[in-house]
C-alpha cells in the first residue's frame, strides 16, 4: 500500500475551534496510525480575513495537543507561481478557458436561467471562443456538461452530482489571483495528499476539486467527510453553546490527552470504549469507525474525562502544567518534592488544573480565614482540648509517617473517648481552613511536622479569641 499522506489545511481566520481540532486529530490519528504523513498547511488567500495572530494560535494549539506535523507549515499567498503555472496547463490542455463576460452579462444569464425555473448558472458563453488572455478575463474550468459526478465518501457511502447542475466555474480571478478550490487541489495534487478527511461542509466543494484531477488526469484521493460537531441543543457548534476553542480548554485546566481522547470520541468509536490513552488512539483509530452521525459537545463529559486522565498521568507530569498556576496564584513552588507529594493527594479530587491548583493553595499559602461554617461546625465544643492535645502527642514524633500519624491520634482518642472523626474535624479545619480537605495523614505528609503544629497553634490562638 501507498505511504498515506493527509493534511490539514486550516484558514487563519480565528482560533482553532473544537471542530477544526477534531479534523485535525483524525488526519493526524490517521498517518500515525499508518505510519504516513501528516502535512500541515495555511489556507490564507483570504487576505481581509487571515491574521498572522490567528496563525500562531492555531500553531499553538496544535503544538499544546502534541499533534505534530511531518511537512510544512505551507502557506498558500506563498505558492501563487504553483497555482498560476497549473492555470497554464489546465488552459493549453482545453480544460479552462479565458472569459470576457462581465459582470451585467453574467447577472443577465443569472436572471435568465432563473425566470425559466433553472439554477443560475455560467451558460458557456466564452466556452468555445479561445479567447487570449486579455486584462480583467477570467479562467473558468471547462467542466463536464452531462453525466455525474461521484463521490465514493469513506464516510457518507455514494454521494452524486449531476454535472448538467455543476457550471464552468472560475479558477483565476481577473486580478490574476487563483480561486479556493483551484488552490486547495493545487495544493493537495502537488503535496501527494492521497487522503482527505473533513468537514461536511465541504462537501460541495469536493465535485469541483475532482474535476480538475479529472482534467489533469490523476488519481482521485480519498475522501471522507466528517458530520459537524453539533451543540447540546442539537444545532451546530457556534460560540453561543460557550467555550469552543482549544485554547479556552486549555486555560481551564484541561490535559491535552484528555482533550485528544474527548474529541476522537465526538465522531470515531471502538466498541464502547471511552477512555483512550494518546498510544492507544495511535494504535486504534482507523477510518471505518468513524461514525455518520454528528457528534455532541457536552463539555461536562470532557470534565469528566478530564479526571481520568488525571489520574493516570504521572505527578512529577501533572508538575509542568501546574506549577505556572501555582506561581500565578503567588504561591513558593520551589520545592518539587511537596509540589509532588501534594499532587498526589490531590489527583482523586481534581477534574480540572485549575481545580487540583486552587486545592493545592492551602499548603503553600498561610491560612487567611478559616471557612465560616467550618468554625462554626468544628471549632467549637472540645476543639481546643483536642487540638492541643494532638499538638502534644505529634511534638514527640520523629517520623510524620501515616503509622506514627495515625498512632498519635489513636492515643487522643482513647484520653479522649472520641471517635476518628471528632478528633479530625477541627484539626482538618485548622491545617486546610475548610472542612473538606484531602486524607488526614496524607495531608499532614505533605506539610510537615512544622508546618503541622504551626498551623494547630494559630487555630488555638483564633478559638481563644473568639470567646
Ligand atoms: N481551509 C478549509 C477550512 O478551514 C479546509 C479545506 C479543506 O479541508 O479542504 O475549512
Ligand atoms: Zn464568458
Not at 492521497?194 to 488526469?217: C, E, F, S
Amino acid at each position: 500500500m501507498d505511504t498515506i499522506i493527509t493534511r490539514f489545511p486550516p484558514s487563519p481566520t480565528g482560533y482553532l475551534h473544537v471542530g477544526g481540532a477534531r479534523t485535525a486529530l483524525f488526519n493526524w490519528l490517521y498517518a500515525r496510525h499508518t505510519g504516513g504523513r501528516f502535512i500541515l498547511r495555511i489556507e490564507d488567500t483570504d487576505a481581509a480575513r487571515s491574521t498572522q495572530a490567528s496563525v500562531d494560535a492555531i500553531f499553538e494549539s496544535l503544538e499544546w495537543l502534541g499533534i505534530d506535523w511531518d511537512d510544512g507549515p505551507y502557506f498558500q499567498t506563498q505558492r501563487y507561481d504553483l497555482y498560476r503555472e497549473y492555470i497554464k496547463k489546465l488552459i493549453d490542455a482545453g480544460h479552462a478557458y479565458y472569459c470576457t463576460c462581465s459582470p451585467e452579462d453574467i447577472e443577465a444569464m443569472r436572471e435568465k436561467a432563473m425566470a425559466s425555473g433553472g439554477k443560475p448558472k455560467y451558460d458557456g458563453t466564452c466556452r468555445e471562443k479561445n479567447l487570449p488572455e486579455t486584462p480583467n478575463a477570467v479562467v473558468r474550468l471547462k467542466a463536464p456538461l452531462t453525466g455525474t459526478t461521484v463521490i465514493e465518501d469513506v464516510v457518507k457511502g455514494h454521494i452524486a452530482f449531476q454535472n448538467a447542475e455543476l457550471d464552468d466555474y472560475i479558477i483565476q480571478r481577473s486580478d490574476g489571483s487563483p480561486t479556493y478550490n483551484l488552490a486547495v487541489a493545487v495544493d493537495d495534487i502537488t503535496m501527494g495528499v492521497n487522503t482527505i478527511l473533513r468537514g461536511d461542509d465541504h462537501v460541495n466543494n469536493t465535485p469541483k476539486q475532482m474535476m480538475i484531477y479529472k482534467a489533469l488526469g490523476i488519481d482521485l484521493p480519498l475522501y471522507g467527510h466528517l458530520p459537524m460537531v453539533l451543540g447540546s441543543d442539537k444545532t451546530r457548534l457556534s460560540k453561543r453553546h460557550g467555550a469552543m476553542s482549544v485554547s479556552e480548554f486549555r486555560d481551564m485546566g484541561i490535559l491535552p490527552d484528555a482533550m485528544l481522547n474527548y474529541l476522537v470520541r465526538l465522531g470515531w468509536s471502538h466498541g464502547d470504549q471511552e477512555f483512550f490513552t494518546r498510544n492507544e488512539l495511535i494504535e486504534k483509530f482507523n477510518i471505518e469507525h468513524i461514525g455518520r452521525s454528528a457528534g455532541v459537545f457536552d463539555q461536562n463529559k470532557l470534565f469528566a474525562l478530564n479526571a481520568e486522565h488525571i489520574k493516570v498521568t504521572a505527578p512529577r507530569d501533572l508538575m509542568v502544567p501546574l506549577k505556572p498556576l501555582l506561581k500565578q496564584r503567588d504561591c513558593d513552588v520551589a520545592d518539587d518534592e511537596k509540589l509532588e507529594k501534594a499532587i498526589v493527594t490531590l489527583v482523586p479530587r481534581s477534574k480540572t488544573l485549575i481545580e487540583m491548583a486552587d486545592g493545592a493553595l492551602f499548603y503553600f499559602k498561610d491560612i487567611e480565614a478559616y471557612d465560616e461554617k467550618a468554625v462554626e461546625k468544628c471549632f467549637s465544643g472540645q476543639a481546643a482540648e483536642i487540638m492541643t492535645a494532638l499538638s502534644g502527642e505529634l511534638a514527640g514524633l520523629d517520623s510524620f509517617d501515616e503509622k506514627s500519624l495515625e498512632d498519635a491520634f489513636k492515643k487522643v482518642m482513647e484520653n479522649m473517648s472520641l471517635g476518628f472523626g471528632k478528633v479530625a474535624n477541627p484539626v482538618r479545619v485548622a491545617l486546610s481552613g475548610k472542612n473538606v480537605s484531602p486524607g488526614m495523614f496524607e495531608m499532614m505528609g505533605v506539610l510537615g511536622k512544622e508546618e503541622t503544629l504551626k498551623r494547630l497553634e494559630a487555630a488555638l490562638t483564633f478559638i481563644s479569641a473568639l470567646t
